[in-house]
Antibody, heavy 116, light 110 residues
C-alpha cells in the first residue's frame, strides 16, 4: 500500500523558518520525481518545487526561489522542504507528491500558517 | 499560463460533461507526447491523477473519463456523470518546470 505522510507544518511568524518532511512507502522512491504542491485556504493548487530522482536537479516556482530548498534522502525514502523568510502568502496546505509519468502519489498535506 | 472553462459546471447524473483547458504555450514535446495532466480533487480529499500525457487514463480511473487535445487546447470529457465525480478538476502542464495548474473547474450536481 502506498503511503505518503507529510509532517512539520504549524504556525510561524512572518520572516520565520520551517522545515517540512515527507515519508514515503509502497513505491520505489528512488525512481520518482518528488514534488511539493501547495493550496492556500479556499484556493487552487500551486506547484512549488520538485527534485529529480537522484537529486541532481531542483526546480522552484519563482515566488519561492531563494527562500525554499527542496531535498531528499533516498536511503530514508524521505523528502524535505526547508522554508525560510516565510511570508503571509505562503500560508497553505503543503502536499508531498511522488510522480512518474503514469502515476502520482499525494499525501494528505500539512498546514503551514504564517501569521503574527 | 493555464486557463480552464467553465470554472463552474453544474451537471446532471447520467449526462455528459466537458471541461476545456488551454495553455499559453504548446505542450507538445518533440517526442510526440503532450505534457498535460488532469487531476480531480474530491471534497475534503487530496487530488488524484485522472489523465496523463493528455489522453491516457491513470490506473483505476473509470473509462467514462477521457482526455483529448494537442498543443495548446485540451478537453476532459465525462461520458456519463456519476454523483462521485463531484469536485474540482485541474489541468496541469508538465512540459518543463516550473509547472502550472489551471484555476480549476468546480463540478457539482444540479
Amino acid at each position: 500500500e502506498v503511503q505518503v505522510l507529510e509532517s512539520g507544518g504549524g504556525l510561524v511568524q512572518p520572516g520565520g523558518s520551517l522545515t517540512l518532511s515527507c515519508a514515503a512507502s509502497g513505491f520505489t522512491f528512488i525512481n520518482y520525481y518528488m514534488n511539493w504542491v501547495r493550496q492556500a485556504p479556499g484556493k487552487g493548487l500551486e506547484w512549488v518545487a520538485n527534485i529529480k530522482p537522484d537529486g541532481s536537479a531542483k526546480y522552484y516556482v519563482d515566488s519561492v526561489k531563494g527562500r525554499f530548498t527542496i531535498s531528499r534522502d533516498n536511503a530514508k525514502n524521505s523528502l524535505y522542504l526547508q522554508m525560510n523568510s516565510l511570508r503571509v502568502e505562503d500560508t497553505a496546505v503543503y502536499y508531498c507528491v511522488g510522480r512518474v509519468t503514469a502515476a502520482a502519489y499525494w499525501g494528505q498535506g500539512t498546514l503551514v500558517t504564517v501569521s503574527s | 499560463v493555464m486557463t480552464q472553462s467553465p470554472l463552474s459546471l453544474p451537471v446532471t447524473p447520467g449526462e455528459p460533461a466537458s471541461i476545456s483547458c488551454r495553455s499559453s504555450q504548446s505542450l507538445l514535446h518533440s517526442n510526440g507526447n503532450n505534457y498535460l495532466d488532469w487531476f480531480l480533487q474530491k471534497p475534503g480529499q487530496s487530488p488524484q491523477l485522472l489523465i496523463y500525457l493528455g489522453s491516457n487514463r491513470a490506473s483505476g480511473v473509470p473509462d467514462r473519463f477521457s482526455g483529448s487535445g494537442s498543443g495548446t487546447d485540451f478537453t476532459l470529457k465525462i461520458s456519463r456523470v456519476e454523483a462521485e465525480d463531484v469536485g474540482v478538476y485541474y489541468c496541469m502542464e508538465g512540459l518543463q518546470p516550473p509547472f502550472t495548474f489551471g484555476p480549476g473547474t468546480k463540478v457539482d450536481i444540479k
